[in-house]
Nanobody
Framework: QVQLVESGGGLVQAGGSLTLSCAAS????????MAWFRQAPGKEREFVAT????????FYANSVKGRFTISTDNAKNMVHLQMNSLKPEDTAVYYC??????????????WGQGTQVTVSS
């Protein structure tokens, strides 16, 4: 059973940086695409970024393009989200997700429990 555990959230001032990490276990991850989503209070969950496990393909939401970087560490089965130039509107619970690589961007079957990111103005 695939398990995803996020870490690295916290409180940061606007303009600051944070790196989120997702520890993945229980699967053959070369078959998966990984992604980060977020959900702000009172809003629907939204896509942030996705990556193939090899790292050869990445895709970002327009709202984070140029500020966030998604990456994988194959040796450690980790996925990271480097977040720079953070804005108050980035405040949300961030979720790690995994899904079939041939449905990248469309389907994610496994989800972590989420980590809170709060950006103060």
């Amino acid at each position: 059973q695939v398990q995803l555990v996020e870490s690295g959230g916290g409180l940061v001032q606007a303009g600051g940086s944070l790196t989120l990490s997702c520890a993945a276990s229980g699967g053959t991850f070369s078959r998966y695409a990984m992604a980060w989503f977020r959900q702000a209070p009172g809003k629907e969950r939204e896509f942030v970024a996705t990556i193939t496990w090899s790292g050869g393909f990445t895709f970002y939401a327009n709202s984070v393009k140029g500020r966030f970087t998604i990456s994988t560490d194959n040796a450690k089965n980790m996925v990271h989200l480097q977040m720079n130039s953070l804005k108050p509107e980035d405040t949300a619970v961030y979720y790690c997700a995994a899904g079939p690589v041939d449905e990248i961007g469309k389907r994610y079957d496994y989800w972590g429990q989420g980590t809170q990111v709060t950006v103060s103005s």
